[in-house]
């Protein structure tokens, strides 16, 4: 039930791209993405819901799939700030909760 | 407009002891979700739990570990008996309704059992 995501890990230098892939073998009603700094909490970034969305926010956007039951994070002209563990959540038709992925850790570098 | 809190922020207990890890959601927010996070890995889901009902526990454990909502006062998550392996961050989350809104996580408490 957990998604599954990748990759695991990234290096950035800053200004760069970065894709972050989210996919559930189960059906999918809307996936949730959120950032996570050393030692703190996850913090919301967005929420899509199933209909193919796509949304941005500033220089990261994402985009939803759900008939491929698949979310992606986009990440542009990544900023020192970019730098986290980024876990996907997704709910489930019929749950009643957030299954959250492994997290991609990336790291923005000067 | 206060955002979640949790308390204590650490909490060190010895094997055998209990921990009561307090929740309290955002104003407004009357869904409560508490979650397990081992180092270096992802989050683990426990309880959901609204005002006086535990909607869905299946990430409890079957023993030492409880939860509860009441009508007034925090969340609580209660470890008893805690052992080496119930060391982790735990998180607490709200939304405003059921199920699928978006939620909002607390600071966490880190929980170490010597």
């Known amino acids: 039930q957990q998604p599954v995501q990748s990759p695991q890990a990234v290096i950035l230098r800053e200004g760069e791209d970065a894709v972050i892939n989210c996919s559930s073998s189960?059906?999918?009603?809307?996936v949730h993405w959120y950032r996570q700094k050393h030692g703190e909490a996850p913090v919301f970034l967005m929420i899509l819901l199933k209909g193919g969305e796509q949304k941005g926010h500033e220089k990261i956007s994402a985009s939803f799939n759900e008939k491929k039951q698949q979310s992606s994070l986009y990440l542009t002209a990544s900023q020192l700030s970019y730098s986290g563990t980024y876990f996907c959540g997704t709910y489930q038709t019929g749950a009643n909760n957030l299954f959250f992925g492994t997290g991609t850790r990336l790291t923005v570098i000067p | 407009n206060a955002g979640v809190m949790q308390n204590p922020r650490h909490l060190v207990r010895r094997r055998g002891q209990e921990a009561r890890l307090r929740c309290s959601p955002m104003?407004?927010?009357?869904?409560v979700y508490w979650y397990r996070q081992l180092p270096e890995e992802g989050l683990k889901f426990m309880v959901y739990l609204q005002k006086e009902n535990i909607i869905d526990e299946s990430g409890m454990p079957k023993e030492r570990f409880s939860a509860e909502f009441p009508k007034e006062g925090p969340s609580i998550l209660r470890i008893q008996q805690v052992v080496r392996g119930d060391s982790a961050a735990y998180f607490c989350?709200?939304?405003?309704?059921?199920?699928?809104?978006?939620?909002?996580f607390g600071p966490g408490t880190r929980l170490l059992v010597l």
């Open positions: 989350a709200s939304s405003p309704q059921a199920g699928r809104e978006t939620q909002y």
């Open positions: 189960k059906a999918l009603y809307s």
């Open positions: 104003k407004g927010h009357s869904h």
